[in-house]
């Protein structure tokens, strides 16, 4: 299992790394020194046991209904949003970007993602207690796949323990703020059982 959480935090890195170079590639400026550091996709892969399975984590279908869930709540909203459902370990089983949703709202939900894993508490609860905790709020700038805490991001629990999360993000350029949270709670709600 560590050797699998391992894996799973290497290709987390290294997505968000080509996320940024392709970012830079775009914006026309030059690769960054953390960019440096971390390895890339092909070296991720090539260091990768072949038929590495992904850890415990929801099924594709569940995950794929529930993240149509939270995204069509969240369009019932006005808003336009990402939903990320990944295992328990962090790494993506599905990522809807629904119509007019940013680029950046897919980037924003791996973080969430990545504070929950971290944390093993919704990312709201994190970036709640981080006000009163500086050393919170360093902790997670200096982690490369989180930057800034942020809400809407949820563990799935199944008999006390986490099996996956749900990441919702892009709702609050276009709604109240709570709407991510709001819709995750969707997603969440389909995967631990209920309706």
Known sequence: MKGLLSL???????????SQSALNTAQGSSATTSESSVPSLAAT????PKNLPRAKGPGLLAAI????AAQQ???AKGVKVSVLVADSVGAPVVLL??????VRSQLIARTKVAI????????????????????LTAEAAA????????GGGFPVMHGGEMVG???????SLGGALGLDEECAQVAVKRLEGGK
């Open 65 to 68: 209904e529930a993240a149509k």
């Open 165 to 171: 999360v749900v990441a919702v993000s892009g709702a």
């Open 8 to 18: 799973a935090a290497v290709a987390l890195v290294a997505g968000a790394a080509a």
């Open 73 to 75: 709540a969240c369009v």
């Open 143 to 150: 982690d490369p796949n989180i930057g800034v805490l942020r």
């Open 97 to 102: 970007s629904g119509d007019g949703a940013g």
């Open 45 to 48: 892969i090539a260091a990768m």
């Open 116 to 135: 929950v894993v971290r944390y093993k508490i919704p990312s709201g609860d994190v970036a709640a207690k981080a006000q009163t905790d500086p050393g």
